[in-house]
């Protein structure tokens, strides 16, 4: 492979000759061959936005000449494109607060607007990665932006997934409404429900779910970005910091705002922390439905077999005819992994010291990592899994007639004791509950019915009165 060198402060650095990047990223890439895994997209073009804009803004200030201003736009627009990806290297498990990452965009734009320009690759004599393209600018303040800019987008990505399950839960609420089972707590049998009104339940914990993420965006909103290395602003104008948060604000849509204090934005991770945590509050209730509708299908023969999940691949090697129910188990893989990517989040934000938290890489893998799982995740659930349930109504309604649950409902008529007594020969006989009551005499067949009547039992009241 053709290689050139070029210099950075400690020394010489030998690279391939066509590379976008320069120096500080080989370095990295020498440094770091950590995990085999290159930034998240979301964070490059993150970061390309913020390059693009500190540009824009430098040159409103009149700091940057006009005709680099331009170069650097330009290469940030065709990266922005999708131009130059394989350029973009640095292991997201890196030297603190993203300084490598930093300078591989800087690299890459200073070497492609220095090509505009009708230089070489590495020259450096037009457009400097420092000088240039980081003007006004610190890691310190860049990389916490593009955080907060790429967990932005990709939440905003994850909502829309998050709304189209609610919105198949609660459709399978409707159409499943007229179906009565039986309930179940601790596993046993319990008073009746509906099956619409489990699927009903599960929309509504998806949907507090998704106002939970809501509620964490506004204040990824106030970015710090003109805070350069310590939160202070030094070698950022005023003007600059405004300019470059409307340009901001302009090309990604956001209500971006300034912080009303840069060092703190630099230093607390408390926004990704809450967004991180509303992330696990998803997981947590995914797996909870996953793993309700693998007992609810489970069988068929010798399971609940209340409901059929889309068969969507068979499910063993030496099984034949076997059907796993394989979208709510890759659910719960997924749901497993973004737990434990909070902890990391959590245990990563706790860990700065004083004006910086140098573990911000490790915060932005797993939180954007965490996002883009999940959105995957909620797509395929509710498109292979969800939308594709069927009931199986007479399993249902057999279950219902043979549980023991069924004898809470006689306590307002014949008493608790009594009703105790009821259950535990239902259990002891394999008799239905309205069989033991018209043996006892304890009811007549009118008054059983009355009482026992499926429909009204899933609705609050007392049927039947006391006796």
């Known amino acids: ?147 907060r800019l790429a967990a932005l987008g990709m939440a905003r990505e994850l909502l829309v997934e998050l709304e189209g399950l609610a919105r198949a839960l609660r459709q399978k609420g409707v159409e499943f409404d007229p179906i009565l089972k039986s309930g179940r707590t601790h596993l046993q049998d319990a008073v009746p429900i509906r099956l619409g009104q489990e699927f009903a339940a599960y929309a509504g914990a998806i949907e ?110 030496i099984m034949p005819g076997k059907v796993n129910p394989v979208m709510a188990e890759v659910t719960d893989m997924v749901g497993f992994q973004v737990i434990g990517a909070d902890v990391t989040v959590t245990m990563a934000a706790q860990a700065g010291q004083m004006e910086l938290n140098v573990m911000m890489p490790v915060i932005a893998h797993n939180l954007l990592f965490s996002l883009e799982i999940l959105k995957n995740c909620v797509h395929q659930f509710t498109t292979r899994c969800i939308e594709g349930i069927t009931a199986n109504e007479e399993r249902c309604r057999n279950y219902l007639d043979q549980s023991v649950g069924l004898a809470t409902v006689l306590a307002p008529a014949i008493g608790y004791a009594a009703a105790a007594e009821v259950a535990k020969e239902s259990a002891k006989s394999g008799k239905s509950i309205r069989e033991v009551v018209l043996e006892r005499g304890l009811l007549s067949a009118e008054e059983v019915d009355e009482v026992l009547a499926p429909l009204p039992l899933t609705s609050p009241g007392v049927h039947g009165g006391r006796r």
Request: aromatic share 4%; proline share 5%; net charge negative.
């Open 1 to 147: 492979m053709a290689t050139r060198q070029e210099k950075d402060t400690l020394g010489v650095v030998e690279l391939p000759a066509k590379a976008y990047y320069g120096a500080q990223t080989q370095r990295a890439i020498e440094n770091f061959p950590i995990s085999g895994l290159k930034p998240h997209r979301a964070l490059v073009r993150a970061t390309l936005l913020i390059k693009k804009c500190a540009a824009e803004a430098n040159m409103g200030t009149g700091r940057l000449e006009p005709e680099i201003g331009k170069a650097i736009m330009q290469a940030a627009d065709e990266a922005l494109a999708g131009r130059y990806a394989d350029e973009f290297v640095v292991d997201p498990f890196q030297a603190g607060a993203g300084t490598s990452h930093n300078m591989n965009v800087n690299e890459v734009l200073a070497n492609r607007a220095e090509e505009i320009l009708g230089g070489e690759l590495g020259a450096y004599q037009a457009v400097n990665p420092n000088d240039d393209v980081n003007m006004a600018q610190s890691t310190n303040d860049v990389f916490p932006t593009a955080m």
């Open 208 to 317: 507090k779910s998704l106002a939970g993420i809501e509620r964490t965006l506004p204040e990824l909103c106030e970015v710090g970005i003109g805070g350069t290395a310590v939160g202070t602003g030094l070698n950022a104008e005023e003007s600059y910091i405004a300019l470059v948060v409307q340009a901001l604000a302009r090309e990604t849509g956001f209500p971006l705002v300034r912080g009303a204090d840069l060092a703190e934005r630099m230093e607390n991770m408390d926004p990704f922390v809450a967004l991180s945590s509303s992330l696990k509050g998803v997981a947590v209730n995914l797996v909870r439905i996953a793993n309700d509708l693998r007992l609810l299908s489970s069988g068929p023969r010798t399971g609940f077999n209340e409901i059929n999940l889309p068969p969507v691949q068979p499910g063993s090697s």
